[in-house]
């Protein structure tokens, strides 16, 4: 299997073993730049990164041969009379089975771009850039990125797009209208704490296997939607150390399962008690229960929102301090390497060496 671990100088790939104990490492590739999120198209196994690089700026890069070669997007923009700029891309997610050639990337400052050339250009989601509420969203810390983009798969007009710092919108007619859909979602540094918008969420999910189930890291608690965003329930306090985090992982097999990764608060992003751990529900988030063996103690470490990624085997995750971790099978964890640079970004893939 490999791990494509994106990092703040460059991608390196991880090649592990069948027990996910024994890894090589691989990169960096595209080195020098940021990598933000990098995955594999499951359609045709093309390479994308959402790269960004302090003197040529934020651009897609696209290899068709396993990271040999790199071919850069035409420039990602926007229109002049926006009167924005587009400061890094974030994540790129690739489209339905039906579309071979779509893809989709969010970037900074809060917007949608739509690809139907495999990621040579793209044009920007105009509902998005001209959303009524947007005069009120406002950036986090890392920016205003559009950082989880989530396809329905069963409905091929359903889309969802999170923002930070404005919530996580619908799409019920393929990306024409967006709604907002952030009920009961809190927002505690607005003076309204459940406004439309204004939501801070640092991840989103979609099950897979059940599409009406949303799942989210938000800045002020883990939540869940049973009814595909309308309405909201929140999930810590029941075994969690905090409900502030930023990664989110899922079971594919099971919409009850799902993972986070807590850090101490808003104002500390570290490990609580120092202490290292990835917490996982069964039970839809009705109780939590911390996975640490294996990991350092005591560790004050930081995971970034797409630092960790999930698969029907495994879990995987790695931190801002360099190192990267996987699960075995024995629910113990490895780590794969350290000393990396920074780590932003994990996804997996089938792949052999």
Not at 136 to 162: E, F, K, N, T, V
């Amino acid at each position: 299997m490999l791990a494509l671990v994106g990092t703040r100088k460059g991608l390196f790939c991880l090649w592990g073993d069948h027990d996910r104990r024994r890894w090589e490492i691989e990169g960096p590739l595209l080195d020098g730049w940021g990598i933000y999120h990098a995955m594999v198209d499951p359609r045709d196994d093309a390479l994308f990164a959402a790269a960004n690089h302090v003197v040529y700026g934020p651009t897609v890069q696209r290899s068709t041969d396993r990271g040999r070669t790199w071919r850069r997007s035409r420039k990602v923009g926007l229109p002049e009379a926006s009167g924005l700029t587009v400061n890094a891309t974030w994540h790129i997610e690739p489209g339905r089975p039906e579309e071979p050639d779509t893809l989709y990337l969010g970037a900074d400052p809060g917007v949608l771009f739509r690809s139907d050339d495999g990621g040579d250009s793209w044009e920007p989601n105009r509902a998005i850039l001209e959303h009524p509420t947007r005069e009120r969203w406002l950036p986090g810390a890392g920016g205003m990125s559009c950082h989880s983009i989530q396809l329905d798969p069963l409905d091929p007009q359903r889309m969802y797009a999170a923002i930070t710092a404005a919530g996580v919108f619908r799409s019920d007619d393929d990306g024409e209208t967006w709604t907002p859909v952030n009920q009961d979602v809190s927002a505690d540094f607005l003076g309204d704490p459940y406004p439309d918008v204004g939501q801070c969420p640092h991840k989103l999910l979609l099950h897979p296997a059940q599409p009406n189930r949303l799942w989210q890291q938000n800045h002020f608690g883990v939540f869940r939607s049973d009814d595909y965003g309308d309405s909201w329930t929140r999930l810590d306090g029941n075994g969690l150390p905090s409900g502030f985090g930023f990664p989110l992982m899922l079971d594919p097999t099971d919409p009850d399962t799902a993972y986070v990764i807590p850090e101490t608060s808003p104002e500390y992003h570290y490990s609580p008690g120092a202490r290292l751990a990835v917490y996982g529900t069964t039970d839809a988030g009705a109780t939590w229960t911390p996975i640490a063996d294996g990991l350092p103690v005591p560790a004050w470490a930081a995971v970034l929102r797409e630092g960790s990624a999930s698969d029907a085997e495994s879990l995987y995750f790695g931190t801002q301090s360099g190192s990267f971790f996987a699960l075995t099978d024995d629910d113990q964890w490895v780590e794969a390497v350290r000393h990396l640079p920074p780590i932003l970004s994990v996804e997996v893939t089938s792949w052999s060496r």
